[in-house]
Nanobody
Framework: QVQLVESGGGLVQAGGSLRLSCAASGRTFSSYAMGWFRQVPGKEREFVAAISRSGANTFYANSVKGRFSISRDNAKNTVYLQVNSLKPEDTAVYYC???????????????????WGEGTLVTVSS
């Protein structure tokens, strides 16, 4: 079992940057592939970025490719999402999630995730 707590959200102007963090409890963090998702009220939760257990493999939604970067520090039980060149349409609650997976596999589907955090709100003003 793993518990996830996101932080780092906030209000930022368009073009700005934030670094989101997701701290995981437990000693098995490196056993999980990790992902970031986001949700706007009234819309479905959508995939943003994913990273494999070791961090060797990453994958991004087309809408964020080149602007967002996912990374992880297994020694600190933390996954990060660096979000740059923010746009108003990036405004959402950002969730991190963990998936039991084989090594070097990225998990991009909502149904594939086993544990979820509570989310952190990112608001981008124009």
């Amino acid at each position: 079992q793993v518990q996830l707590v996101e932080s780092g959200g906030g209000l930022v102007q368009a073009g700005g940057s934030l670094r989101l963090s997701c701290a995981a409890s437990g000693r098995t963090f490196s056993s999980y592939a990790m992902g970031w998702f986001r949700q706007v009220p009234g819309k479905e939760r959508e995939f943003v970025a994913a990273i494999s257990r070791s961090g060797a493999n990453t994958f991004y939604a087309n809408s964020v490719k080149g602007r967002f970067s996912i990374s992880r520090d297994n020694a600190k039980n933390t996954v990060y999402l660096q979000v740059n060149s923010l746009k108003p349409e990036d405004t959402a609650v950002y969730y991190c999630a963990a998936a039991v997976s084989p090594p070097e596999v990225v998990v991009t589907s909502l149904n594939g995730m086993d544990h979820w955090g509570e989310g952190t709100l990112v608001t981008v003003s124009s």
